[in-house]
């Protein structure tokens, strides 16, 4: 019966010390409802007139004003301020996503129109997602992102840590098993398949903070169950990283990377670069 109550004890310290936060379902609803805005192709609803859409958008600054109160525990006005600060920064969100948009319907031949694609591919819903979740966590949010990033990553099998730094134009084929962590940055006009990783050398605890994992350059191309890690690991622009390669080193700018049937690993420079056609 001692060990009983210990354990009740312990259970009811936890409780008491535990701050009260939205569930990750009302987080996951008011994203949900900001994408309704800016993506009507995801629902059969249309907002019909200016008023109507500024309302929306209303709604969606103040839910995520309460959001953030009750989530990080910040005073009222902080909280107010950083709502404004992402509602201002939407139309420069909603300008990137149309790039990724744009970039997945380029990008694709099986794709037959945008419309599918925003309602249809995993990896624009992840991209939409790590949109947003990127946008809170440069204001110093942290919580609210990572249940942001992982709502995507249950729904789709992609998991983009919301620190990591994408440009526009980026374009996730399939996705399924695509990891790309917290200190990544990947330039413009970059396309990667599934089962990537860029990820680290090392997760040590010490290395919280460090750079480190890698950088990929604009207009390169990663193919399926590639993995490249490391801080210091710097992808030049309009390589080729053939599938199923590991790579620990840095490549210079236009280089295919890939393996012979002998399984040797193979580094050479392209006659002509992957970027040149843009």
Known sequence: MDSDQDFINKLLEKHTITHEVPSSEQIHEWVLQLQKVLLPEVTESRLSDRESIQEALYKTGDGLKLLLTKTSGCVPENCAEIAAHFMKSLPE???TLQSDLEAFYNGDPAAKSTYEIVRAYPGYFAIFIYRIAHQLYTFGVSLIPRILSE?????????????????????IDHGTGVVIGETTKVGDHVKIYQGVTLGALSVNKKLSGVKRHPTVGDHTVIYSGATILGGDTIIGRDCIIGGNVWLTTSVPDGTKVYHTAENKLVKKLNKVSHGSSH
């Not at 709502?151 to 374009?171: L, V, Y």
Request: cysteine-free.
């Open 151 to 171: 709502f995507a990553h249950s729904k789709t099998g992609i998991d983009i840590h919301p620190g990591a730094e994408i440009g526009k134009s980026f374009f």
């Open 93 to 95: 969100i909603y300008n």
